[in-house]
């Protein structure tokens, strides 16, 4: 997702808001620019590539100086990555300036109009067609333009937006693309993530759909694109700086990945009762008896949220006996999907800002499901749809491959299918004695994240293989899922996560001499099978590295190299698995040499479709 941060005060606000576009960097851009207005004069810079690359571009010309300005990191959607691609985009006449996140969907048909106009365009964008918009319809009020603007437009956006004609004027407004505005005293930082505001001060408050505001120095005023007022709900905001630093970790990844057992701690404070065996869920308390009743449990989301959704989806249907599936959040949404009496849908995403899992959750309620949230971030605009959520309580997530988040879904979907099942058939002992194994998922992570040093050997072992296999069976079927995406998502490794069985039906041709196959071979009711899948392998020349339940000798008869997990329930076995795969496709990164925390073409929240 794209970036943006913006100022207005009584600081010259070049460098902190570059400042503040690199905390967003971790969501993944490609070129970056800036522009501020100084004496009644805007002046844009921008340049494909990182922030670093706009820094020393600002070098070579001096800087820009003003105490009003805009940043902006862009991912490409329409036209390429080139340097008039780039926001900020300025308009051919009223001196209007704007950075955007979002698509603006009939751009091409507000194009032509503007063309016919006269207008002419440098760039591809869907962004350029606004600023020439609100240029056209600039009056002398630039917020009134604005306003005029998106009533035109459809599609979704978070924009900023300044004139030359009003030096002190800062406009932003949203649909469907997080904009928050920071409070401060006397200057405000306007940013699509509370993490670039945090710097500066801790009151802000999130723009809703439709909203727009207006900053001066002076103070703010919020109305409607129809330009009915409304008062936001200036709130704290709940990151502290140390969050969203590295401190002694050398990339974000591995600190997330370090800090799963402490982030799962905080997932379960307060939700298990040992003593009555039962399940504490305070976000879905009212809709308790509906949830119990349900038929059918939907859980949609995209890449590894979907991972975790699977793994919920047997949770729930083991657990509870409810039946339930997992599928895409692009996909559900436009099958024309059945939704009968008792159906739920959840939508599991650590951003709670995915367009496709927002776009299912919105298609099945209009359809009738209660919508349930497993969501990261408080007030996202998932959780804002949602009737009624569990918090992941993770923490902010900032490496583009999701590790704690994943780790998080999974424990409150294991919550939820032990708060469903207790409430249907499971008796309070069975419950105590779940929780009991639950709680001590931390610290047998911990146990697994000693053996760092090791998964790094051994991962470069097999550094120069192009290929790769994860390979699992029922409840580490998704874990071998999210095995794979994690290594191709940073290293680049090809790799193909896909239930042990399948493997017979066709990718066991791919097996050649040397070929890495990792099998998630803890304890567990397919252990066996999962060994006659390793011989097939192994017969076939393939390499295979297991990830095998402590004391389990016999599996280093067969493995080539073995990562142990501590002994759990089978159904609690993928938050253990998981850790020395997310551990291997870190290291894998590391020694291929590439930038861990902003893989190329990724971007950490998807808010296009
Ligand atoms: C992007 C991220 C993935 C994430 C997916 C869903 O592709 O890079 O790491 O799994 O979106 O994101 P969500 O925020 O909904 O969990």
Redesign the pocket.
């Known amino acids: 997702m794209c970036g943006i941060v913006a100022y207005v005060g009584s600081k010259q606000c070049q460098d902190l808001m570059l400042e503040g576009l690199k905390r967003l960097e971790y969501r993944g851009y490609d070129s970056a620019g800036i522009a501020t207005m100084h004496n009644g004069k805007i002046n844009v810079v921008k340049t494909i590539g990182r922030v670093a690359n706009l820094e020393d571009k600002l070098e070579t010309v001096g800087g820009v100086r003003g105490t009003i300005g805009m940043c902006h990191t862009r991912w490409a959607t329409h036209g390429g990555v080139t340097d008039p691609n780039a926001h900020p985009h300025t308009d051919d006449r009223a001196g209007i300036c704007l950075i955007h996140n979002g698509i603006i969907e009939n751009y091409a048909s507000l194009k032509t109009y503007l063309q016919e106009k006269g207008h002419v365009f440098k760039s591809q964008t869907d962004t350029e067609v606004l600023a020439m918009l609100i240029g056209e319809l600039y009056d002398g009020d630039l917020e009134a333009a604005v306003q005029a603007a998106l009533r035109e437009v459809t599609g979704a956006y978070g924009i900023v937006v300044m004139c030359e004609k009003e030096p002190e004027t800062l406009v932003a407004a949203r649909k469907g693309s997080p904009l928050m505005v920071g409070v401060g005293n006397g200057e405000f930082v306007i940013a699509s993530d509370g993490s670039a505001i945090i710097a500066h001060t801790s009151h802000a408050f999130s723009l809703e759909d439709y909203q727009v505001v207006k900053v001066t120095p002076k103070g703010f005023r919020t109305s409607t694109i129809h330009n009915v007022p409304v008062t936001p709900k200036v709130q704290q905001l709940e990151i502290d700086l140390e969050q969203i630093e590295l401190g002694s970790f050398s990339h974000f990844m591995q600190k997330e990945i370090f800090e799963q057992p402490k982030a799962l701690r905080n997932t379960l404070r307060g939700r298990t009762d040992i003593r009555e065996g039962k399940i504490v869920l305070g976000g879905v308390g009212s809709f308790a008896k509906q949830l119990t009743m349900a038929k059918r449990i939907v859980l949609t989301?995209?890449?590894?949220?979907l991972h975790a959704a699977t793994i919920g989806e047997y949770l729930i249907e083991d657990l509870a006996r409810i039946y339930s599936v997992a599928e895409y959040g692009s996909e559900f949404r436009y099958r024309n999907p059945i939704i009968e009496e008792n159906t739920v849908v959840v939508a599991?995403?650590?951003?709670?800002?995915?367009a496709d899992?927002l776009a299912a959750l919105i298609e099945a309620k209009e359809r009738g499901a209660l919508a349930l949230g497993v969501v990261n971030v408080v007030g996202s605009s998932i959780a804002r749809e949602t009737d009624a959520g569990v918090y992941l309580r993770v923490g902010p997530e900032i490496g583009?491959?999701?590790t704690k988040?994943f780790t998080g879904q999974v424990a409150v979907l294991t919550l939820v299918a032990l708060y469903l099942a207790r409430r249907r058939h499971m008796s309070a002992d069975q419950c105590a004695d779940m929780i009991r194994e639950l709680e001590q998922v931390p610290d047998k992570m911990e146990r697994i994240l000693e053996d760092d040093a090791r998964v790094r050997t051994v991962t470069e072992k097999y550094i120069d293989r192009d290929n790769w296999l994860f390979l699992g069976r029922g409840y580490n079927y998704p874990t071998a899922l999210e095995g794979a995406l994690k290594l191709k998502e940073i290293s680049y490794i090809h790799a193909e996560g896909m239930p042990a069985a399948e493997m017979k039906h066709g990718p066991i041709a791919l097996i050649n001499d040397g070929m890495p196959a990792v099998f998630i071979a803890n304890r567990g009711r397919q252990y066996e099978k999962v060994i006659s899948n390793i011989q097939e392998v192994k017969s076939r020349g393939g390499r295979i590295i297991a990830v095998a339940t402590e004391g389990d000798e016999h599996i280093k008869t067969l493995a080539d190299d073995v990562f142990y997990v501590p002994d759990v329930p089978e159904c609690l076995s993928p938050m253990l698995t998981v850790v020395p795969l997310q551990l291997m496709a870190y290291h894998a990164a590391l020694l291929r040499g590439h930038d861990v925390d902003k893989p190329r073409n990724?971007?950490?929240?998807?808010t296009v479709e």
Request: no cysteine; glycine share 14%; proline share 0%.
């Open positions: 989301g995209q890449g590894t949220a599991v995403s650590q951003s709670g800002e995915t899992t583009v491959a999701s988040a990724r971007a950490k929240s998807v």
